[in-house]
């Protein structure tokens, strides 16, 4: 299976910050990467998918790039919504899934 | 609206099978573009994949390698329902587990939208 690596594990920010977070497969995934926002008792929520595409609803502060093996979530302007922990996915329908290991944003 | 609801046992005890069923609405599991997954989270922990589905033939299945020998999904189309058992539980298989919509087609794997999740507890 597909191993992906998330880095940091925690975050600490200011509300306003711009912030980064990374995450590297263990092989080539092209684009098939998205990106989960969690919060505390509830369901992931899907933010990105195919590496750069914005779901529907969710806010443009939110974006993300990258292929192959290493790809990134940035948010532009991080908002009090946005505390929460972060999940990578990579995808392929014919094969297995997997999640990275969570980034935790903290004020 | 699409939605997924999963249900199943809040207790089991260690060695038992588990069986969780996945009811959906909103959309067909007759349609081959889209399938549904199980994924699950132990307390304080990440998110752990666990298999997916797109029909019930063997090469439209997929489940994480470690957890393979334990795991058996399926799909009822007449009842919209998506079917996961894991055998031998053990208390480290404690955790929430949610179901969620595999989107995208072909070329896809996102989750949207998922289910609330049912914890589940193995203790003797």
């Known amino acids: 299976d597909i191993q992906m690596t998330q880095v940091p594990s925690t975050l600490s920010a200011f509300v306003g910050d711009r912030v980064t977070v990374t995450c590297r497969a263990s092989?080539?995934?092209?684009?098939?990467l998205a990106w989960y926002q969690q919060k505390p008792g509830k369901a992931p929520k899907l933010l990105i998918y195919?590496?750069?595409t914005l779901q529907s609803g969710v806010p443009p502060r939110f974006s993300g790039s990258g292929s192959g093996t290493e790809f990134t979530l940035t948010i532009s302007g991080l908002q009090p919504d946005d505390f929460a922990t972060y999940y990578c996915?990579?995808?392929?329908?014919?094969?297995?899934?997997?999640f990275g290991g969570g980034t935790k944003v903290e004020i | 609206q699409v939605t997924l609801r999963e249900s199943g046992p809040v207790l089991v005890k260690p060695t038992e099978t588990l069986t969780l069923t996945c009811t959906v609405s909103?959309?067909?599991?007759?349609?081959?573009?889209?399938?549904v997954t199980w994924i699950r989270q132990p307390p304080g922990k990440a998110l752990e994949w666990l298999a997916h589905?797109?029909?019930?033939?063997?090469?439209?299945?997929s489940y994480s390698a470690s957890l393979k020998t334990r795991l058996t999904i399926y799909q009822v189309t007449s009842t919209s329902q998506v079917v996961l058992t894991m055998t031998n539980m053990d208390p480290a298989d404690t955790a929430t587990y949610f179901c969620?919509?595999?989107?995208?087609?072909?070329?896809?794997?996102?989750?949207?939208?998922w289910g609330q999740g049912t914890l589940v507890t193995v203790l003797s």
């Open positions: 996915q990579q995808y392929n329908r014919y094969r297995a899934f997997s």
């Open positions: 909103g959309f067909s599991l007759s349609n081959p573009d889209i399938g």
């Open positions: 092989q080539s995934i092209n684009s098939w």
């Open positions: 969620a919509r595999v989107e995208g087609g072909d070329a896809g794997g996102w989750l949207d939208p």
């Open positions: 589905i797109f029909s019930n033939a063997n090469d439209k299945k």
């Open positions: 195919k590496a750069s």
